[in-house]
């Protein structure tokens, strides 16, 4: 079994002790280490190189979006999974467009943490389900800026491959999409990871971030 190694940080120290109580609790994951602020987060992130990295949006001397910023901009291969107790659309936003792959509120329960910690950890991307449909709506609403001209990156798609950057846009799941075109779902499996690599993008967030951008709905 590949045991996925996790950096914790957070500056309630109640809440990074039980988690990380938790965590030990996993046979699959590890906790490597965790600290209570932001730039100690970037610190430990780049000289650990854990496969992810859970940070709380507010922390002291750097917050946890800006720590994600940092780290990311400089190539980290960790995957950012932001944790918070505010569900702010424009905290989902801004770091999605850093990179991150993942945004869960505290409250959510921590097998359903820890879960998501795992599906971040195996290159997916995941947003609380409270907001997710909210996020959608608001980018489609003029949250988020749009281009006039289309990226010349959807030239490289073929037809199929835009039908499902569109599915994938409006939120649904592979096996949706299977459904809904009348293909396999490894097909459409197959049809994402082609479009993913041809834009460019790390995962299927980012696909929707960059379909409402590119007002492509």
Do not use: W
Not at 69 to 87: F, W
């Amino acid at each position: 079994m590949t045991t996925i190694r996790v950096l914790l940080a957070d500056d309630h120290e109640f809440f990074r002790s039980g988690f990380r109580a938790a965590l030990e609790t996993q046979p699959d994951l590890e906790c490597v280490g965790d600290v209570g602020d932001g730039q100690a987060a970037v610190t430990e992130i780049e000289r650990l190189r854990p496969d992810v990295a859970v940070l709380d949006i507010r922390m002291p001397r750097m917050d946890g979006l800006t720590a994600a910023e940092t780290v990311l901009s400089r190539g980290a291969e960790t995957r950012i999974m932001l944790l918070t107790t505010y569900d702010d659309d424009s905290y989902v936003y801004r770091g999605l467009r850093a990179g991150t792959s993942g945004f869960c509120l505290k409250s959510m329960p921590v097998e359903e943490l820890l879960n998501a910690i795992r599906v971040v950890a195996r290159g997916d991307a995941l947003i609380d389900p409270s907001v997710t449909r909210r996020l959608v709506t608001r980018f489609a609403n003029g949250l988020a800026p749009t281009t006039v001209d289309k990226p010349a990156e959807l030239d490289r798609l073929t037809t199929r491959e835009r039908e499902i950057l569109l599915e994938v846009a409006r939120g649904h799941s592979n096996a949706e999409i299977a459904k809904r075109l009348y293909v396999g779902e490894q097909t459409v499996k197959t049809h994402v990871s082609h479009l993913l690599t041809k834009l460019g993008l790390r995962d299927r967030i980012q696909a929707v971030i960059f379909a409402y951008e590119n007002t492509l709905l």
